[in-house]
Each structure stands twice: as C-alpha cells, then as structure tokens.
C-alpha cells in the first residue's frame, strides 16, 4: 500500500469513525417534537399553544423539554410559563415553569442560530404517563405583560428514556 492510498484510508476512517461518534452521542429518542410559529404580534398571554401526542408505552419514562427560539431582543432573561397536561381520561395536570435564558449578565444561555435567533431546549417534566391515548400539552405565556415580543417559536419535545439513562 503506497503512502497516499494509506493516508486516505486513514482520513476516511477517521472520518467515519467521527461521523458514528456523532451518530451514538444522539442518543436521544425523540418522541415527539414539534413547534409553533409566533406571529410578529408576540406571543399574546390569551393565545395558549397546544400540542397533541399519542402515548403507546405506560412504562418507560419520557423527558419533556419547552422549546423557545427568540431573538437577541427579548427584553427579559427569563421566562415564566403555565402549562396543562390533560391525559385521555380528561385528567389535568397543571404547573408553571421559570426557564432562565440569560447569565446575570446579559450572555445567553442558548445555542445562537445565525448571530440573531437563540434556541433553548429546557427540561421540564420527566414522567411515567399512567394511560395509553392521546394527550394534550397546553402552554401560555405568564409574564406580566399581555404580549411576549421577540419570541419566533414555542415547542415541545418529548424525549423516551432509555433504560440505562438517568
């Protein structure tokens, strides 16, 4: 094997060998995920959004993540939320959540997205749901101001936990 046939053997093995480390470090199983566009009015505190799924499996654990994408022009570095969970038997499950956006000085905490769009995937619920069928997620806004500007997508992903995870 020549010299040049053996340095591109290795550059693609290696770069096969990062392209499945990448791979296996996903190691999330994404149930469900799905997100909603805010209009440029802003999120209003009176337009709840909604998110339907179906749940086939009662027994393993699923890791509920709100998903917000804003802008560098969100006024605040926090976020409160009311949110319901209703389970097929009509059940309903309410809370509010405080997701921290920002370091107390100013930096964010997401991921930026073109220099201009910050995404944050926050863990919220981790829960075992009881009954097979379909639920319901309902989020609405809880600052205190009637609309939310500088907010481009609201989400919610639902993660399936794997046995040997935590």
């Known amino acids: 094997m020549t010299t040049v046939s053996r340095k591109s053997s290795l550059i693609a093995l290696v770069i096969l060998l990062v392209s499945s480390l990448f791979n296996s470090c996903d190691n999330e199983n994404i149930y469900f995920q799905k997100y909603t566009e805010i209009e440029n009015e802003g999120w209003n505190m009176d337009k709840p959004i909604s998110y339907e799924f179906e749940i086939k499996d009662t027994a393993v654990i699923y890791n509920f993540s709100f998903n917000l994408r804003n802008t560098n022009d969100y006024q605040y570095s926090n976020l409160f939320v009311f949110w319901n969970l209703q389970s097929p038997d009509g059940r309903i499950k309410t809370d509010t959540s405080e997701f921290i956006l920002a370091k107390p000085n100013g930096q964010w905490l997401g991921k930026t997205s073109s220099g201009t ?3 944050n995937s926050m863990l919220f619920l981790k829960k075992k749901l009881p009954i097979a069928g379909k639920y319901t997620f309902t989020f609405s806004q ?3 101001e009637e609309s939310l500007n500088n907010i481009k997508d609201i ?4 993660i399936k936990r794997d046995e040997q995870t935590n």
């Open 142 to 144: 809880g600052m205190r």
């Open 155 to 158: 989400g919610l992903k639902i």
């Open 117 to 119: 769009v910050i995404e």
